[in-house]
């Protein structure tokens, strides 16, 4: 190494790695939490309108968006076993479903908050100003709370693109793959939240 | 110093966690139709903890991984529940 | 970590890495080049910050309109606690200290994550551009720092660069935060155990966690509020069926334990320092340790103190104002623990030994009036009065403050190779410290005289206690600029010395070069001893 320069060398540990990603995981929680803590409170406050709210939304589609979320968890966790294993082919195979997964969970979205807003169903619309208190809160936090967690999920995407050319490209490997199991963690983070979304908005009522 | 050795789940258990998860999903919508009134809340998060805690055990491997994260994990969860029964001091009682 | 046999014993401040001149500093992923790109920052914004106080005071000097209006005195308390806060007293010690010790208190050579360390830094610049250049594009927002709903979104004043600027030094925040959790648990020299590491480092850590647990708190409700004002969501809004309540509970459930970040890295370095200049073992070094992580963790249960007069329920003022007294706890055995050090020891009287006692006294002010604002008969009483101000400013100047001066001149030698100008250093303290009495000592009064903060005006039975306020704030700065100029100064033309322990301190970073090395140590020091074994 030459005199008197920056350290070239690069100083590894994949478990730090990882604890960094679980602090930073804890942050998200928190974040997540708080717009959990607002729901409870509004909720409480709010019981009929959050309970005729709930009923607006489309079970069908939210549960339809739940089965893409815990697949697509399934088929990243799978595609970390695959790397450990060295078998590289199926591990961009398993992370270019998940991929897919979420691009599917993100148009269903689209569809799902298009035909609300077309009706003025919206914060700020018409239509949803003419309704009471309750259902303005309902639809407000339905739309800040899920537009986040979409935020995530487009986060997620970005990653996964990113891990899969550096899979590619064998800068991930079987010996050298936390940048996948990071991403990974990432995504469980994304589904966590939705576990908890979905009954909130859509199931309870 | 940074290669230790990483448990790996088969694709077997990876398959069958997820249809434990999609199960659970079904019973979660299931009961709520069923119009419980306010056991229905109860019934719903309480189904949706036990997913996330499979996620987070499995997906998220904290079985196999140091048990550091797992005292992480239930130490900000604590943390969050707290915060959340501080605030309904004031919204339950005012 | 890898072995490297590099750069031999030429100072981080000296070493030619790729780029050279200023980009060799701002694109260093060397902790302490990153600390020190911390401190000048600071350093500008203080200034900057510290003249729009001045101003303040000179507008209360007297009844009525002296030299602004009252829309400009509201800007100026706005911009002055956002930069005080967010920018200054927030990343405060850890980003300036710890990112220049921690790792070597520890015997590490850098943090754990170098380049995500200069990325926070990034953050933090484009941060601080973004909440100033509200005033080319719409001028100043006038909420005051604590963006109060639903003013915050009624305002026709320019709140949106404010809320989307703290919002990005909070990522700057978090991002320190996991970078120094990580440090702390897996970069310790061999033979560093929990128990033996120093308390500094220990109380980064717990700060650090606050960092990560509570920032995202604060980033989601300036988030709503940017929503609030742009989207109307209606979360926050009374019209709409919001709680602006619940605005103020999110944002003291951040905004409290962001006081512990502000203050436990400060008493983190009182403890490193009172030892060395008493030459004597810190006097309970476990009581600090458990008790900054009480401070840290019961300080997240008591954030309802700042919303007593608000209309919360009865049940939750006895509920805060319960909290509030137990939490005040830990901070009095810390008292004790720094006094009982200083018993039967050798002291030596130098420039960092005054700060760090005159801290003890200030901070002591500042806690006790804190019990008089949390106990619920009072506080309604003195309530968003200048004694609140009054409060704060003890504990976050004097504490925070007078920490980080300490902290500043105790490392000085360390830091840059030279000497500060001792005398100038003591005369800086003695005009500073008096400024500061003077200044914030008759707040208290006032405030319980019925002075209300946050108005540009007063009633005139209130200006005597404003006239010695103000002049002592003249004397404060007048102070901090002899502090100022001697530490530039001396920064550069200062006595150069390379003795490795000027002070006799027995903490690893008295064992590395002077200034250190690029990568701190040569060989990753093996730790054996507690630290501060005083024989
Ligand atoms: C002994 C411990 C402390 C107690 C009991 C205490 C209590 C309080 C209370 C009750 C208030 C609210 C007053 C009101 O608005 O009516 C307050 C305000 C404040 N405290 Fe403390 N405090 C303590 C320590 C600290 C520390 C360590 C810091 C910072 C390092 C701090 C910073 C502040 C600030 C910034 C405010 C004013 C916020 C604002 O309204 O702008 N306090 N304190
Ligand atoms: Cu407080």
């Known amino acids: 190494m030459e005199k008197n320069s920056e350290p070239t060398h690069v100083h590894r540990d994949d478990e730090g790695d990882k604890m960094g990603m679980w602090l930073f995981i804890f942050t998200e929680l928190l974040l997540f939490g708080m717009l959990f803590l607002m729901y409870a409170v509004y909720r409480y406050r709010n019981p009929e309108a959050f309970y005729l709210g709930g009923k607006e939304l489309d079970v069908f589609i939210g549960t339809l968006n739940t089965v893409i979320l815990l697949i697509s968890s399934a088929t990243v966790a799978m595609s970390i076993s695959a790397i450990q294993k060295g078998r590289k082919k199926q591990a961009l195979l398993f992370l270019g479903t998940t991929l897919t997964l979420a691009l599917v969970f993100l148009v269903n979205k689209y569809l799902e908050w298009g035909a609300k807003i077309e009706y003025g169903f919206y914060p700020g619309g018409e239509a949803l100003l003419e309704l009471g208190h309750g259902t303005i809160l309902f639809f407000g936090l339905y739309y800040v709370m899920s537009g986040i967690h979409a935020l995530h999920i487009i986060i997620g995407m970005a990653l996964f693109i990113y891990v899969f050319q550096q899979i590619r490209k064998e800068k991930v490997h079987q010996t050298d793959y936390v940048w996948l199991e990071n991403t990974g963690l990432y995504w469980h983070l994304v589904d966590l939240i939705w576990i908890f979304l979905f009954p909130l908005f859509y199931l309870i009522h | 110093m940074s290669q230790e050795k990483h448990h790996i789940m088969s694709y077997t258990t990876h398959l069958i966690v997820l249809g434990v998860l999609l199960i659970l999903t079904a019973v979660s919508v299931a009961v709520t139709s069923l119009e419980l009134g306010a056991l229905s809340t109860l019934v719903a998060m309480l189904i949706a903890g036990v997913k996330a805690a499979i996620v987070l055990v499995w997906f998220m491997h904290l079985k196999f991984d140091n048990k550091l994260y797992t005292i992480f994990t239930v130490f900000v969860l604590v943390l969050f529940l707290l915060v959340l029964y501080v605030t309904f001091f004031d919204y339950s009682y005012r | ?535």
Do not use: C
């Not at chain 3, 100072?11 to 080049?33: A, E, M, N, V």
């Open chain 3, 1 to 535: 970590m890898s072995e490297t046999t590099s750069s031999k014993h030429v100072s981080f401040l000296q070493y030619k890495g790729k780029y050279k001149g200023i980009l060799g500093w701002i694109l260093s992923t060397d902790h302490k080049r990153v600390g020190l790109l911390y401190l000048y920052t600071m350093l500008v914004f203080f200034s900057l910050a510290a003249i729009l106080g001045l101003l303040m005071k000179l507008q209360l000097i007297a009844p009525g309109y002296t030299i602004m209006g009252p829309q400009t005195y509201n800007a100026m308390f706005t911009v002055h606690g956002i930069i005080m806060i967010f920018i200054i007293v927030v990343p405060g010690l850890p980003a300036v200290f710890g990112n220049f010790f921690l790792p070597i208190m520890i015997g590490a050579k850098d943090v754990a994550f170098p380049r995500l360390n200069l990325a926070s830094w990034w953050i933090y610049v484009i941060g601080i551009l973004v909440v100033l250049t509200s005033q080319f594009v719409g001028g100043w927002p006038d909420t005051g720092w604590t963006f109060y709903a639903p003013y915050s979104f009624q305002t026709p004043a320019n709140v949106l660069p404010a809320l989307f600027g703290a919002f990005i030094l909070g990522f700057s925040s978090i991002l320190t935060g996991i970078n120094f959790v990580v440090t702390v648990h897996r970069m310790r020299a061999p033979g560093m155990s929990w128990f033996k590491m120093p308390l500094f480092p220990w109380t980064l850590y717990a700060t650090a966690w606050v960092q990560i647990l509570a920032t995202p708190v604060i980033g989601i409700t300036l988030l709503l509020t940017v929503m609030e004002r742009v989207l109307g969501v209606g979360v926050f809004d009374p019209a709409l069926g919001g709680d602006p309540i619940l605005y103020q509970h999110l944002f003291w459930i951040y905004s409290h334990p962001a006081v512990y970040i502000m203050i436990l890295p400060g008493m983190g370095a009182i403890s490193e320092i009172l030892p060395v200049f008493s030459q004597k073992r810190i006097y309970g070094y476990k009581a600090i340790v458990l008790s900054s992580l009480a401070i840290a963790f019961v300080g997240y249960f008591v954030w309802g103190h700042h919303m007593f007069t608000s209309g919360m329920s009865g049940r939750a003022l006895y509920a805060f104002s319960f909290l509030t007294f137990i939490v005040a706890i830990p901070s009095a055995i810390k008292v004790f623990n720094w006094v009982s050090t200083m018993y039967k020891g050798s002291l030596n009287l130098q420039t960092p030994f005054y700060w760090a006692t005159s801290f003890i006294f200030v901070f002591m002010i500042g806690g006790l009036t804190g019990l008089v604002l949390g106990s619920l008969a009072t506080n309604v009483h003195v309530h968003d009065t200048h004694f609140v101000v009054a409060h704060f400013h003890f504990i976050v100047f004097g504490g925070t403050g007078f920490s980080f001066m300490a902290a500043l001149h105790y490392w000085f030698p360390k830091m840059f190779g030279r000497m500060y100008d001792a005398n100038w250093a003591n005369t800086g303290w003695a005009v500073f410290f008096s400024g500061f009495l003077t200044l914030y000592l008759p707040m208290f009064y006032l405030g319980i005289q019925g002075m209300p903060r946050r108005y540009y005006d007063y009633l005139p039975e209130f200006h005597g206690g404003n006239i010695i306020s103000s002049l002592g704030a003249i004397l404060m700065i007048a102070g901090a600029m002899i502090i100022i100029v001697n530490l530039v100064r001396s920064s550069r033309h200062g006595q150069k010395t390379s003795d490795k322990n000027p002070w006799g301190g027995r903490t690893l970073e008295w064992e590395t070069d002077t200034p250190p090395t690029l990568e701190n140590w040569d060989e990753i020091p093996n730790v054996t001893e507690e630290p501060y074994e005083y024989k």
